[in-house]
């Protein structure tokens, strides 16, 4: 009987340290004790799954799919231990990575990551935020925070919340600039946009008296990749912006910003998701945290 789950964790641990030699003494076997069970297993699939060099090792394609797979396997394994040894309650543990926006992060994920901990004591999360998109399964993340629109892709989604947008500038910008009192007046105003292609060029605005939406253009001397980019010029007292709310919505609640043109608003959300590789056995430790984030968002 061959030790299927053993290679597993043997090329696992190799492909995660980039080294036959860093997986070698992790496992306290030689170099090349490692490397010829990955050419084992190799064999037996058919196909190469590295690609050796004197320095590291690169996976190949197949290698990075056969390391998703093969990440989850043994995750469903130590999650199958841990009910038996729990009595049969199914107890989410091990190293969780999560990846957010900053300004999502930094007012949902940060906040609660000791409530999570507090429940659940055997996870260890690992949370990186940043405005970047991320490949998840290259950069082996287990769970993605996302607004806007989603793009299609093969991973699963589960909708958190959703947020309204909102025109805001700081009192102070308003102090010199003035107050808009409709849409038009924007044209004499610095207003801070996207640096991104987004499904609608401008910003739309309702009439109060017709219902009618129109789209307004927009321009001024500020573009920013992220919502924490434009809610900081705004903070700065550099224009006016336009966000998901709750980028500002502490903001607001402190007077440092101000929410303007609400009789115009169209009332369009933002929504939020948590996007995962999914399938029918989902790693106790991922549902955990999406049910937790579901919960008090």
């Known amino acids: 009987m061959d030790n299927r789950a053993g290679e597993m964790q ?8 980039r080294s036959f030699s860093a997986a070698g003494r992790k496992l306290k076997l030689s170099p090349s004790a490692v490397s010829k069970l990955v050419t084992r297993l190799e064999d037996r699939l058919g196909t190469r799954l590295v690609v050796r060099s004197t320095r590291t090792l690169q996976l190949t394609p197949e290698g ?3 390391l998703a797979r093969a990440q989850r396997i043994l995750a469903e ?14 107890l989410p543990r091990g190293p969780l990575s ?6 999502f992060g930094e007012r949902y994920i940060l906040p609660m990551s000791g409530e999570f901990l507090a429940l659940f004591p055997d996870v260890q999360l690992d949370v990186t935020l940043t405005d970047d998109t991320v490949d998840l399964i290259r950069e082996r993340v287990d769970i993605a ?15 958190l919340g959703q947020s309204p947008q909102v025109v805001i500038a700081s009192p102070a910008y ?4 003035g107050m808009p009192a409709e849409p038009q007046d924007l044209a004499g105003h610095n207003c801070i946009n996207f640096n991104f292609l987004r499904s609608i060029e401008g910003w739309p605005f309702r009439d109060p008296q017709t219902g009618t939406v129109d789209v307004r253009p927009v321009s001024g001397s500020l573009k920013g990749s992220s919502g924490s980019i434009i809610r ?9 912006g336009r966000v998901g709310r709750f980028h500002v919505e502490p903001d607001i609640e402190a007077g440092r910003l101000v929410p303007i043109l609400e009789d115009y608003n169209p009332g369009d959300i933002e929504e939020i998701h948590a996007l995962y590789a999914g399938h029918e056995h989902l790693a106790v430790r991922i549902r955990a945290f999406i049910d937790f984030l579901a919960a008090r968002l």
């Open 174 to 177: 308003l102090a010199r600039a």
């Open 10 to 17: 043997v090329f696992v641990l190799a492909a995660e340290l």
């Open 145 to 159: 925070i996302r607004h806007g629109s989603l793009r299609s892709s093969s991973l699963m989604a589960r909708k």
């Open 77 to 90: 394994i130590a999650d199958t231990e841990a009910v038996v040894a729990g009595g049969g309650r199914m």
């Open 232 to 240: 900081q010029f705004c903070l700065d007292g550099l224009g006016i």
């Open 64 to 66: 990075e799919t056969y």
């Open 98 to 103: 999560i990846n957010a926006s900053v300004g």
